[in-house]
T-cell receptor, first 116, second 112 residues
Framework: EAQVTQNPRYLITVTGKKLTVTCSQN?????MSWYRQDPGLGLRQIYY???????DKGDVPEGYKVSRKEKRNFPLILESPSPNQTSLYFC???????????????FGPGTRLTVL | AQSVTQLDSHVSVSEGTPVLLRCNYS??????LFWYVQHPNKGLQLLLK??????LVKGINGFEAEFKKSETSFHLTKPSAHMSDAAEYFC??????????FGTGTSLTVIP
């Protein structure tokens, strides 16, 4: 089954304790992205990656790191989490944009993170 | 810079009546526009997209949207609401195909 998986689905942690949220897709997509969803704010893009070893900042990158060493994986790293990073996080992937226009993003199920 | 404004945070309709979810965008260049739906405790699913082809776009589950450049709008409509349409809807704009800007969402309630 074609899908984007995220782990963990739920995480409660404390301020300053480094954590990684994994994201993996099995559709051979070039493009991957991370978003955070907060009430009343919709989804905001954190980082995106056009392909292996190619990453770039989205709208709200502060406090986050990413890496893209393999095509299928795009982990989100919080080196020193703070309470304002408490949020619902989504990973997404898509084929690279082509002549038909921008492609559908496939979203993972989400990771609910609480930082105390 | 691009941005999206969803004009209603909540919309309530009766089952079988039309649905209208409003979206206005701001973009310096020709944008691509999308509508995604999020059912409770689920991820997001693409309903439809506009990428400079036909201005009237048909999507899944009977939804459609019309791109109106003069009004900078991309409103989502459906002729007859179904209970299963109750969800959160997001309008999204992109110019580069790399960066995507979401609206704040419209929560649709369908009354039996």
């Amino acid at each position: 089954e074609a899908q984007v998986t995220q782990n963990p689905r739920y995480l409660i942690t404390v301020t300053g304790k480094k954590l990684t949220v994994t994201c993996s897709q099995n559709m051979n997509h070039e493009y991957m992205s991370w978003y955070r969803q907060d009430p009343g704010l919709g989804l905001r893009q954190i980082y995106y990656s056009m392909n292996v070893e190619v990453t770039d900042k989205g709208d709200v990158p502060e406090g986050y790191k990413v890496s893209r060493k393999e095509k299928r994986n795009f982990p989100l790293i919080l080196e020193s989490p703070s309470p304002n990073q408490t949020s619902l996080y989504f990973c997404a992937s898509s084929r690279r944009s082509g002549t038909s226009g921008y492609n559908e993003q496939f979203f993972g199920p989400g990771t609910r993170l609480t930082v105390l | 810079a691009q941005s999206v404004t969803q004009l209603d945070s909540h919309v309530s309709v009766s089952e079988g009546t039309p649905v209208l979810l409003r979206c206005n965008y701001s973009s310096s260049y020709s944008p691509s526009l999308f509508w995604y739906v999020q059912h409770p405790n689920k991820g997001l699913q693409l309903l439809l997209k506009y990428t400079s082809a036909a201005t009237l776009v048909k999507g899944i589950n009977g939804f459609e949207a019309e791109f109106k450049k003069s009004e900078t709008s991309f409103h989502l409509t459906k002729p007859s609401a179904h209970m299963s349409d109750a969800a959160e809807y997001f309008c999204v704009v992109s110019v580069t195909g790399n960066q995507f800007y979401f609206g704040t969402g419209t929560s649709l309630t369908v009354i039996p």
